[in-house]
T-cell receptor
Framework: NAGVTQTPKFQVLKTGQSMTLQCAQD?????MYWYRQDPGMGLRLIYY???????DKGEVPNGYNVSRLNKREFSLRLESAAPSQTSVYFC????????????FGPGTRLTVL | EDQVTQSPEALRLQEGESSSLNCSYT??????LFWYRQDPGKGPEFLFT???AGEEKEKERLKATLTKKESFLHITAPKPEDSATYLC????????????FGAGTQVVVTP
């Protein structure tokens, strides 16, 4: 099992450019998440998907859109990147069983110039 | 609003010097409290889930405890490989599957 995979690992964008961050999980989890991590601020939820076909805003959704393509894949799109979106982005999926555990991908380090 | 505060922000330990990290939380009702370990340049890795006050979990040199207002992560006789950032998160009973994370405690263990 690969667990949670994310592409790309690194990306540099110019202000105003767009891009899509890809995430996939092979654990048959229903719930998937996108977080951003900035120094001193911990992980902040951008969007959440409880199941295929559903999405919900998190704490910091402005400037982002998501697509839950199927049960495995959950993508995050930046339509017009801004320097404030420079961050490390993590995707996670959740085991909804007893453990209620989130499993994280390796992250995408994004720099917006 | 759910809040999670971790202290200290950073901790420097000598190998073998035991210490504790604190995670204070405010939620309407606690569904679960989670501890993660994060190494530089990697995603968080799950350590423990605690569900109710008085519960304890152990794994090697780590022991997590829970009260109604806070959780502690005790590191006993740490080794350099325990160096990492430790994250605490809570899930409230009315959270609809969402989690609130603290900012983390960065632990450095020197030989």
């Amino acid at each position: 099992n690969a667990g949670v995979t994310q592409t790309p690992k690194f990306q540099v964008l110019k202000t105003g450019q767009s891009m899509t961050l890809q995430c996939a999980q092979d654990m048959n989890h229903n719930s998937m998440y996108w977080y951003r991590q900035d120094p001193g601020m911990g992980l902040r939820l951008i969007y959440y998907s409880a199941s295929e076909g559903t999405t919900d805003k998190g704490e910091v959704p402005n400037g982002y859109n998501v697509s839950r393509l199927n049960k495995r894949e959950f993508s995050l799109r930046l339509e017009s990147a801004a320097p404030s979106q420079t961050s490390v982005y993590f995707c996670a999926s959740r085991d909804s069983g007893m453990a209620d555990t989130q499993y994280f991908g390796p992250g995408t380090r994004l720099t917006v110039l | 609003e759910d809040q999670v505060t971790q202290s200290p922000e950073a901790l420097r330990l000598q190998e073998g010097e035991s210490s504790s990290l604190n995670c204070s939380y405010t939620v309407s009702g606690l569904r679960g409290l989670f501890w993660y370990r994060q190494d530089p340049g990697k995603g968080p890795e799950f350590l423990f889930t605690l569900y109710s006050a008085g519960e304890e979990k152990e794994k090697e040199r780590l022991k997590a405890t829970l009260t109604k207002k806070e959780s502690f992560l005790h590191i006993t006789a740490p080794k350099p490989e325990d160096s990492a950032t430790y994250l605490c998160a809570v899930r409230a009973t009315d959270s609809w599957g969402k989690f609130q994370f603290g900012a983390g405690t960065q632990v450095v263990v020197t030989p």
